[in-house]
């Protein structure tokens, strides 16, 4: 079965510089949900969307935007990068946030592992 | 949110059942009980949900206490695969959606 595919898979970035993040979400779901999760850290939320809006926001700087596209596929874009920023960032993609689909799991791709030197 | 708790690390037999708990004492009578596990920094990985009857699937059973306030996954025989950080999380089913991960449970699988 086709699963969540992210990219790139590493990524390694000075600081100040701007960074892209591509999530390609399971076909026919419409939500996406981007987490970051730090060394030796339990994976934090930091933004979702559902049907091309913003549905969700959690602990995401304001350095850090994120959209989804028609095609339900989402970026997470990041600016001004801190060395703290280095960490794994995953997408996960469900059915939407309808009643009928309100426990559809997330299911979670395999990561970015992005490296602010 | 309703917190989970669950030991921070625990082992387990080859080829026995694994029984991992979690307590979720003050979870709402619209919040799901979700387990995922992640192994060495892959995407967490779904394994099973319920609202409060036993689910079983071809990964894991899980069994909700009748009052709600725990839980306990089974892995029928475990495999050196098993060896993850298994995670039990709230979910409503509703409003805000999001997965909020906390403080897993390192489970290894002892030959």
């Known amino acids: 079965a086709a699963g969540v595919i992210q990219s790139p898979r590493h990524l390694i970035k000075e600081k100040r510089e701007t960074a892209t993040l591509k999530c390609y979400p399971i076909p026919r779901h419409d939500t996406v949900y981007w987490y970051q999760q730090g060394p030796g850290q339990d994976p934090q939320f930091l933004i979702s969307?559902?049907?091309?809006?913003?549905?969700d926001k959690g602990s995401i700087p304001d350095r850090f935007s994120a959209q989804q596209f028609s095609d339900y596929h989402s970026e997470l874009n990041m600016s001004s990068l801190e060395l703290g920023d280095s960490a794994l960032y995953f997408c996960a993609s469900s059915l939407g946030l309808s009643r009928g689909n309100a426990n559809s799991p997330l299911h979670f791709g395999n990561g970015t592992r992005l490296t602010v030197t | 949110d309703a917190k989970t708790t669950q030991p921070t690390s625990m082992d387990c037999a080859e080829g026995r059942a694994a029984n991992l708990p979690c307590n979720h004492s003050t979870i709402s009578g619209n919040e799901y009980v979700y387990w995922y596990r992640q192994i060495h920094s892959q995407g967490p990985q779904y394994i099973i949900h319920?609202?409060?009857n036993n689910e079983t699937n071809e990964m894991a059973s899980l069994i909700i206490t009748e009052d709600r306030k725990s839980s306990t996954l089974i892995l029928p025989h475990a495999t050196l695969r098993d060896t993850a950080v298994y995670y039990c999380?709230?979910?409503?089913?509703?409003?805000?959606?999001?997965?909020?991960f906390g403080k897993g449970n390192q489970v290894v699988v002892i030959p």
């Open positions: 969307f559902y049907e091309k809006m913003q549905s």
């Open positions: 999380i709230v979910r409503p089913s509703y409003g805000n959606n999001r997965l909020a």
């Open positions: 319920g609202l409060k």
